[in-house]
C-alpha cells in the first residue's frame, strides 16, 4: 500500500476554514463534469468539480444545490447527492475543507454561467486535468468509487 505523502500544518493560526462543497456531476458513461476556473479567478485555468462555497446557515448539500443552479443552470436535490469523499487541504492563506457529493440525477443541461469552459471527462481520464491541490486527491476515489 502507498500513500500520498502529505503534510499538514499542525498550527494553523492566523488561517481561517473555508468550507466549501463540490460535485462529482456523473453521466451514464462514466463521465464527471469538469468546470475550468476562468480567468480574473485565484488558480485561473485548473480544471475542477463544480460548486462553492457554503453559506451562512447552509448545510453543504444545500449550498451545493444552490450553487450548481447558479454555475449550471442545472436543478437537483439534496435526495440526489450522496457523500463520496471530502479533501482537507492547507493553502497558503486559509485552509480549505471541501466535501464532494456525487450526483447522478439533475434536471436541465449543464451550461457555464459564469465564464468558465466545461467538459466531460471520463473518470479513468481525470488524472490528465491539472487542478487545484485540494482536488487532487478527490480523482482516485472517484475512480475507485463511482
Known sequence: MSCIDVTIPLVTANRPLLLVT?????????????AQRPEGKAMAGLWEFPGGKVGPNETPEVALVRELKEELGIDTSVGCLWPLAFASHAYADFHLLMPLFACRV???EPHPKEGQRLLW??????????????????????????
Open 22 to 34: 463540490a460535485a462529482a456531476l456523473i453521466d451514464g458513461d462514466g463521465h464527471v463534469l469538469l
Open 106 to 108: 439533475w434536471s436541465g
Open 121 to 146: 471527462v471520463h473518470k479513468s481520464e481525470l488524472k490528465n486535468y491539472e487542478m487545484p491541490p485540494a482536488d487532487m486527491p478527490l480523482v482516485e476515489a472517484i475512480r475507485l468509487q463511482i
